[in-house]
T-cell receptor, first 114, second 115 residues
Framework: AQSVAQPEDQVNVAEGNPLTVKCTYS??????LFWYVQYPNRGLQFLLK??????LVKGSYGFEAEFNKSQTSFHLKKPSALVSDSALYFC????????????FGTGTQLKVEL | DADVTQTPRNRITKTGKRIMLECSQT?????MYWYRQDPGLGLRLIYY???????NKGEISDGYSVSRQAQAKFSLSLESAIPNQTALYFC??????????????FGPGTRLLVL
């Protein structure tokens, strides 16, 4: 089945340190991948997407993600975390078979501490 | 995103009641979606509509129905609410004119509690 997996329910990092939020995808289907962020009591906000081209994708708020075909991964990264980055992060992919339907990972709660 | 609004933002209802959640958008997008979010499960697609005359079931459509009243409005109904429909519901939109795979833009969500 076409899916994405987020192996960590929660990631803790100190402010100023680099952060990584992991996402892997199943080999079947296309690797059209997205990252969204959800702040408390807010809807999901788009961060970045990989469709084709450069494996390093830059997005909003200083985030970037690296598409790695050999490892079937699309990890979200930021060189220096901020307390305000604390939120719930979702990886998602386009489902093939028609249309623009997304399937989401289960989410990773990022907590950035002083 | 203020361009996608959902009403109500919070709702408490009783088992067996019919309720409607509404979504409106001013982005001019042709495609609209309804998702539900449950802790530990991520978001799951309930229904989607690629234009006013096109309605499709998502992965968890049982117990739900939708209506696309206009390009800008997409409503989700629970005909007879049950407790396991307690969840956070999101509406999203996208623009098919976008080159490549278009981004979906989400509303602020409706928190529904079914007693």
């Amino acid at each position: 089945a076409q899916s994405v997996a987020q192996p960590e329910d929660q990631v803790n990092v100190a402010e100023g340190n680099p952060l990584t939020v992991k996402c892997t995808y199943s080999v079947s289907g296309n690797p059209y991948l997205f990252w969204y962020v959800q702040y408390p009591n807010r809807g999901l906000q788009f961060l970045l997407k990989y469709i084709t081209g450069d494996n390093l994708v830059k997005g909003s708020y200083g985030f970037e993600a690296e598409f790695n075909k050999s490892q079937t991964s699309f990890h979200l990264k930021k060189p220096s975390a901020l307390v305000s980055d604390s939120a719930l992060y979702f990886c998602a992919r386009i489902l093939t078979g028609g249309g623009n339907k997304l399937t989401f990972g289960t989410g990773t709660q990022l907590k950035v501490e002083l | 995103d203020a361009d996608v609004t959902q009403t109500p933002r919070n709702r408490i209802t009783k088992t067996g009641k019919r309720i409607m959640l509404e979504c409106s958008q001013t982005k001019g997008h042709d495609r609209m979606y309804w998702y539900r979010q449950d802790p530990g499960l991520g978001l799951r697609l309930i229904y989607y509509s690629f234009d006013v005359k096109d309605i499709n079931k998502g992965e968890i459509s049982d117990g739900y129905s939708v209506s696309r009243q206009a390009q800008a409005k997409f409503s989700l109904s629970l005909e007879s609410a049950i407790p396991n429909q307690t969840a956070l519901y999101f509406c999203a939109t996208s623009d098919s004119r976008t080159a490549g795979w278009e981004t979906q833009y989400f509303g602020p969500g409706t928190r529904l509690l079914v007693l």
